[in-house]
């Protein structure tokens, strides 16, 4: 079984710009959340789909925002994009339902985003 | 709000001995799951083992097993006969009602052969 699929690996964008990132779930999953991992802050919760839905949203501006499509598949998108939008996005699946393993979410090997 | 504290920014152990990484976490919630993840170098983040916080008895994944002290809001890990591919950032992770992970600063472990 294919894992978390993440697109593309590297980005490198300057200030003002905006950027979309993909993930493609594990198959099965519908839920998919994604993470922000920088030096300064660690790793921070930014949002969670599922079933097309957003479910929560972490404490980040609006210029932060995603999407998740009928076949799981989320895109996670920043507009204006500032200097310290430079991070290394992670997108995380998981189940959702039924069985002990619910619960547990499974990344992807992330999107390196350069801000200059 | 859950917080989740990992005291330790770097530890050491040489090559099959023995290592104790802490956490501590602080919720009002009963119901929740524990996390242990490892970050190598290539950044994948794996799941290393996972406690429900139900349950009483202390998971075990080979080599790796936790203390969950569920009155002290406190979960180590334990990694027995280190080796050198268990060198990476380790994080602590708390999963509650809302279904998000909050994670500690974790803690960077080097192993020395």
Known sequence: ?116 | AQTVTQSQPEMSVQEAETVTLSCTYDTSESDYYLFWYKQPPSRQMILVIRQEAYKQQNATENRFSVNFQKAAKSFSLKISDSQLGDAAMYFCAYNGAGNMLTFGGGTRLMVKP
């Open chain 1, 1 to 116: 079984k294919a894992g978390v699929t993440q697109t593309p690996r590297y980005l490198i964008k300057t200030r003002g710009q905006q950027v979309t990132l993909s993930c493609s779930p594990i198959s099965g999953h519908r839920s998919v959340s994604w993470y922000q991992q920088t030096p300064g802050q660690g790793l921070q919760f930014l949002f969670e789909y599922f079933s097309e839905t957003q479910r929560n949203k972490g404490n980040f501006p609006g210029r932060f925002s995603g999407r998740q499509f009928s076949n799981s598949r989320s895109e996670m998108n920043v507009s204006t994009l500032e200097l310290g939008d430079s991070a290394l996005y992670l997108c995380a699946s998981r189940r959702s339902s039924g069985g002990v393993t619910k619960n547990i979410q499974y990344f992807g090997a992330g999107t390196r985003l350069s801000v200059l």
